[in-house]
């Protein structure tokens, strides 16, 4: 029974690093569907950025109470995760607490801290539903912001409600060791002398089932808790969850130039440089290539990356002056578009091949032009990004593409253009006139 036991382990454990792979390498390649930009200069101030924001969590903390609540969630995922290395050993190898013998009294400690933090991720993910579905939230409300309707709000719930059953197999089946293991049972009794600091407060739910029922919760609650990280980790490579991994190398890979600097395109630079006498053309110019972008092929790896770290918290749109004042464009869901362009991509690979091409493009079937014309680059939403992802970025090129390939803009845009290109300015006022409003001073 025990080898049966430790057989079905060794397959699920392949099985889910088998498909966990899979997925990670089909995100990698779509990724890598992003045109190339060097964003590998200045590693010490890279190291430091992704220490503060991903590590320290430091925007989390502008808004301190969520902030305090997400580094629990956070600080338990990372550290409750070490009691998984003992479990997947004691799956593999059959044995019962492997290292209680190693570690002794320092596994009591070990094993009560990670039992105070799973106490407080439950506790954080049941506010965290509370706030979400009973006191409505606004920013994660579907009747206000049409991007969270359906499989976001499902995506949210969904996970919140796996940890909390994670952190209650883990606590439950504690205290239920802890109970055998006071009757004297097996290798329960050997294993292990005493109760842990929380589960001993769970022990009087179980303590009048009989010794049979109590082992099979025990290795039900064993099962279901190294099983569901298992899934949850294959799951999350689907989910907006993904920020988990990804906010690491996100923030590695910050933009770190002063925010509102625009990359100007340099073939269209050297033009500008030729008109005015500056640069020589060359003798063989260089393919200028697509200005802006339509399709995810013409944005950067880095914005690509962008979608797949976006936690869809809303904080940019909260933030966004054309959201608050009542127009269509949500920099949260032009990370969600970009996204679920790529996600489509994938699933037309898989249906039909890598040739396979849906004729579909970002700008027009999931961005509208009528989002991107709302921006006023404020950069509100960068600023806001607790992952410090640009939505903007994003939004300028697309609007690049608009304007200089498809020479559509709005009457008031193009009028400002000619008197940027005849005035230098963005007045009608000749630049001889510019000082006419001095005459009569005296
Ligand atoms: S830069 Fe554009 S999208 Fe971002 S907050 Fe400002 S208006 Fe909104
Ligand atoms: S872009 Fe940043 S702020 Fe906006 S929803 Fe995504 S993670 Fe949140």
Not at 70 to 83: K, M, P, W
Not at 241 to 267: C, Q, V
Not at 320 to 330: D, E, V
Not at 361 to 387: H, K, R, S
């Amino acid at each position: 029974m025990q080898i049966l036991s430790q057989v079905l382990f060794v397959i699920a454990l392949g099985v889910a690093a088998y498909f966990i792979s899979r997925r990670v390498i089909l995100i990698k390649k779509t990724i890598q569907l992003g045109r190339a930009e060097d964003r590998t200069d200045q590693p010490a101030e890279r190291l430091k950025t992704m220490l503060l924001i991903a590590f320290g969590q430091k925007k989390m903390f502008n808004r301190p109470l969520v902030g305090f609540m997400h580094f629990i969630i956070y600080a338990g995922f990372l550290i409750i995760n070490i009691e998984v290395l003992e479990i997947v050993l004691d799956g593999i190898l059959g044995t019962h607490r492997l290292f209680f013998p190693f570690l002794g009294g320092f596994y009591y400690f070990l094993i009560n801290f990670f039992e105070i933090l799973a106490l407080g991720v439950l506790s954080v993910c049941v506010i965290f539903l509370l706030r979400r579905n009973v006191v409505k939230v606004q920013r994660f409300q579907e009747s206000r912001h049409r991007e969270m309707k359906t499989w976001p709000r499902t995506d949210a719930n969904l996970i919140l409600t796996i940890e909390i059953l994670l952190m209650w197999a883990f606590l439950s089946m504690n205290a239920v060791d802890s109970l055998l293991q006071a009757r004297g049972v097996g290798h329960y009794a050997e294993a292990l002398t005493g109760s842990f600091a929380i589960s001993q407060w769970l022990q009087p739910l179980f303590s009048g089932w009989s010794t049979d029922t109590l082992i099979v919760y025990e290795r039900a609650a064993w099962w279901f808790h190294i099983l569901g990280i298992m899934g949850f980790a294959l799951y999350v490579t689907y989910s907006k969850h993904l920020h988990i991994f990804l906010a690491f190398p996100n923030t590695y890979f910050s933009n770190l130039k002063p925010k509102g600097e625009m990359p100007n395109m340099p073939a269209v630079t050297k033009e500008v440089k030729i008109m005015l006498g500056l640069d020589q053309p060359d003798e063989t110019p260089a393919e200028v290539g697509r200005f802006g972008a339509k399709d995810v092929r013409d944005l950067s790896w880095k914005n690509l990356m962008d979608a797949y770290s976006c936690t869809e918290c809303g904080r940019c749109t909260s933030a966004c002056p054309a959201n608050i004042t009542g127009k269509k464009l949500s920099p949260r869901k032009i990370m969600m578009d970009t996204r679920d362009r790529l996600e489509d991509i994938q699933k037309g690979w898989l249906k039909n091949g890598e040739d396979y091409d849906d004729g579909k493009t970002l700008l027009g079937d999931y961005i509208l032009e009528e989002e991107i014309l709302a921006c006023t680059t404020c950069n509100a939403c960068v600023q806001e990004c607790p992952v410090n992802i640009s939505p903007l970025d994003i939004i300028l090129q697309l609007r690049r593409y608009k304007v200089m390939e498809e020479s559509s803009a709005p009457a008031s845009w193009n009028m400002m253009f000619s008197n940027l290109e005849n005035n230098m300015a963005p007045w009608k006022f000749s630049p001889g006139d510019r000082f006419n409003w001095a005459d009569n001073l005296k």
